[in-house]
């Protein structure tokens, strides 16, 4: 049985005429009544009554042609998702983020992404720096939300946004804005960081501002997540530093404060694998 069949089958079926058939299928009438012959031989029953008035289906017939119309359907509509898919416009784009990506960067990604193509979904998972390298690497991601300087060969990364820091003090801390001049004002003070698994550029970037303020900080605490680290602050547990851009979204009982007369920055990196061959991967990065 070939595909063919089914279609001259079809035809067949709809019209209940040979000669009908023949035309809509461009081919000769006794070419036709051959293929559906082959077609009861294959499957070793009757499929059509024919007499010289008219043409009818069997109860296997019948069945058959719903089947039919059900198969040829599906493969229509196969072969558009086929096309779609190709072309990027339908497809599933795995996305691995830091923290700080979801205040704003990657829900306006999400939302571009949904209004120009509305049939590609996203899985998203939030992960350290290095596990998105690693997982970009092995094709396990498409693109990565990271604070990297450099990728290792075979990614690409472009800057989407730089970021000033700030410090976390909990609300009744008595140093605020308007008395808050330089870092060197909490040298004595306990801090919690983001572990250097989150990244250890961002790491070293910290304590190089805590060592141009004249100190190297007492780091009593290390998370790789965001929420841990302000609620260890509200706590009375010590101060952080964090980027700026983290502070959206916590109704917690802490103080932002961003670091004055300071040359770092951060900058938040969007990565992927130039051979990566999803299609959805192209439209997202043409957003970006």
């Known amino acids: ?5 089914l279609n001259y089958f079809q035809a067949v079926a709809e019209e209940l005429n040979y000669r009908k058939a023949a035309e809509r299928l461009f081919i000769s009438q ?3 009544s051959r293929q559906i012959r082959q077609l009861e031989e294959e499957l070793g029953v009757q499929l059509l009554e024919r007499d010289k008035k008219q043409v009818s289906l069997t109860a296997a017939g019948a069945y058959l042609k719903g089947e039919v119309d059900f198969v040829l359907n599906h493969l229509k509509t196969t072969q558009v998702q086929v096309k779609e898919i190709a072309a990027g416009r339908e497809g599933e784009l795995r996305i691995g983020f830091l923290g ?3 205040n704003q960067i990657l829900p306006d990604l999400l939302h571009r992404l949904t209004t120009a193509f509305p049939k590609i979904t996203t ?4 992960l350290s720096n290095q ?15 990271v604070r990297l300087a450099t990728v290792p060969l075979g990614l690409k990364r472009k800057v989407v946004f730089r970021d000033t820091f700030s410090l976390v003090v909990p609300n009744a ?14 040298a004595e003070e306990s801090f ?4 250097s698994d989150y990244s250890s550029f961002y790491y070293d970037q910290i304590m190089g501002i805590c060592r141009d303020a004249g100190f190297q900080p007492q780091v009593k605490h290390k998370s790789v997540h965001a929420l841990t680290i302000f609620r260890l602050v509200e706590n009375g547990l010590g101060v952080a530093i964090i980027p700026t851009s983290l502070k959206e979204g916590y109704d917690l009982k802490v103080r932002f404060m961003e670091i004055p007369a300071i040359t770092q920055f951060t900058e938040l990196s969007v990565i992927w694998k130039s051979e990566n061959r999803n299609p959805v991967l192209g439209k997202a990065l043409s957003l970006i």
């Open 1 to 5: 049985m070939e595909l063919r069949h």
């Open 30 to 32: 006794p070419g036709l």
């Open 100 to 102: 700080s990506a979801s």
């Open 123 to 126: 899985s998203l998972e939030e």
């Open 131 to 145: 596990l998105q390298v690693e997982m970009i690497q092995k094709d396990e991601l498409d693109l990565g939300f």
């Open 173 to 186: 801390h008595p140093i605020g804005l308007e008395n808050f001049e330089t870092l060197a004002q909490f």
């Open 192 to 195: 919690i960081l983001f572990s």
